[in-house]
């Protein structure tokens, strides 16, 4: 069932919608693909959070720290720049591939990953920072 940025946003706190109302000039990056809404918000870090909200599946992520308010400020500052503004969000862009590494298949390179992942942590950690650190950053990943 879908829910409407309406529905989403009677979830979010009165003291919620305030500071996300203060965010409005911070929703960048804003992308609309079918239900899928993303954007990058910037907070108080450096790297602005990141926030997908699917009206599909009545679901939402952010990448900031909160985990106590049933929608962060963020999401909330996201869902009503898409009420008050939806022309101002663009057609996702298509996904890009995994970079064909040695001839291996999309799968393979996954493979990889997820071994280095499990094997090698604190390289994840040290890749994940630079990520964090490149403003310019623009990979389709959550
Ligand atoms: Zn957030």
Request: aromatic share 4%.
């Amino acid at each position: 069932m879908s829910a409407s940025p309406e529905e989403l946003l009677a979830h979010a706190s009165s003291k919620v919608r305030e500071r996300a109302l203060l965010l409005q000039g911070s929703v960048q990056a804003r992308t609309r693909d079918g239900n899928v809404v993303r954007a990058r918000v910037q907070g108080s870090r450096r790297a602005p959070y990141r926030v997908m909200v699917d009206l599909g599946r009545s679901t939402r992520s952010c990448s900031c720290p909160d985990d106590y308010n049933a929608i962060c400020k963020h999401v909330c500052a996201t869902l009503l720049m898409s009420q008050a503004s939806p022309e101002t969000f663009d057609p996702a862009p298509a996904p890009r591939r995994l970079p064909n590494v040695q001839g291996w298949a999309d799968a393979d390179v996954e493979h990889l990953l997820e071994r280095v992942l499990q094997n090698h942590p604190a390289v994840v950690r040290d890749w994940a920072r630079v990520v964090a650190e490149d403003e310019g950053f623009d990979e389709d990943e959550w």
